[in-house]
């Protein structure tokens, strides 16, 4: 898969396939959409391409700064990677290209410049300034520039929102076995490992500490968890603490991951870290004495669930 930032510089002059959307958190739904595309295109003998935007456009049009997605721009593109999509354009979305007109888009863009030949989208579909551009629209496109248009069934889509609507309540609530279900993947947390305040390493479980940059990017509920990473191309498992740490008075959140069985230095390493079980909720225990007893109990837990689950 290519990546292209930006339609300007697509140069393929093949004759393409198309869908256009966020596809956040590229989860079973989407998957299904994109290996349509991607069935139809190779059928047919033409590319496919995923024309997505970032930021956002709420973002952009809303200043929605509540906005929370499952994936950063980074992350989805390495989840459509795995897809066997030959393109992935990801078009910078401004307020100048929001007033570009539904005629100007589907010209514009679509023909001229993607050079089309069959769009695939969604019934409910709306493009170009003020969102006026709809699939009847496009129909009527579609004949006077020689393309098709195939509308994903309203079940289909509908089926999508509702996913990325349970795969956030559920990581919201961390219920993460249920995001993971409707993903097909674990969720993952993706930052640089930056300087702590080292309190990990007193007690006996040293920890990296994750920054993640993107603020729109959804933190799952406070708690602990058992994760896993690839690091140096080993899997390394450990338990990560997303909180305000109440017992050493921390007043601001943190994550950070205590990896068994490990003790390199890993900052200014970027890692990604994999979510596969929410052990318990954050507390504030009475002393640090206990903190430690109960973070033992953790990783006994954690190690138990790891050893059962990598014999199934």
């Known amino acids: 898969m290519k990546i292209v930032q930006n339609i300007s510089n697509f140069s393929d002059k093949e004759k393409t396939y198309v869908t256009i ?123 006077l520039y020689d393309f098709k248009v195939e509308e994903i069934p309203a079940q289909d889509i509908d089926d999508v929102s509702v996913s990325s609507t349970k795969i956030r309540r559920a990581l919201a609530t961390g219920n993460l076995k249920t995001a993971n279900n409707f993903l097909g993947y674990d969720f993952m947390l993706n930052g640089n490992v930056v300087n702590g305040k080292k309190l990990g390493g007193k007690i006996g479980y040293p920890t990296a500490n994750i920054d993640i940059k993107e603020s729109y990017k959804l933190i799952p509920k406070t708690g602990v968890y058992i994760v896993k990473s690839t690091i140096d191309e080993k899997t390394i498992f450990g338990m990560m603490n997303i909180g305000n740490r109440p017992t050493v008075n921390g007043n601001h959140q943190t994550i950070e991951v205590h990896f068994f069985d490990f003790n390199q230095n890993l900052y200014d390493r970027n890692l990604t870290i994999e979510l596969i079980y929410f052990l318990r909720d954050e507390e504030k225990f009475d002393s640090v004495e206990i903190l430690i007893q109960q973070l033992k109990k953790d990783e006994e837990t954690a190690r138990n669930y790891i050893k059962k689950k990598m014999k199934l």
């Open 21 to 143: 959307g966020t596809f956040d958190g590229v989860h079973f739904g989407h998957q299904k959409i994109i290996e349509k595309l991607i069935d139809e295109a190779k059928k047919a003998d033409k590319k496919s391409v995923v024309l997505t935007f970032f930021p956002h456009p709420r973002m952009v049009l809303q200043k929605d700064v509540s906005l929370e997605l499952i994936n950063t721009i980074e992350e989805r593109a390495t989840l459509l990677k795995k897809t066997g999509l030959d393109y992935l354009i990801i078009h910078p979305f401004s307020k100048e290209f929001s007033r570009m007109t539904a005629l100007e888009f589907v010209r514009d863009i679509l023909v001229n410049q993607l050079n089309i030949s069959k769009l695939i989208i969604g019934y409910d579909h709306h493009f170009g300034k003020n969102r006026e551009g709809n699939i009847t629209q496009l129909t009527e496109y579609s004949h």
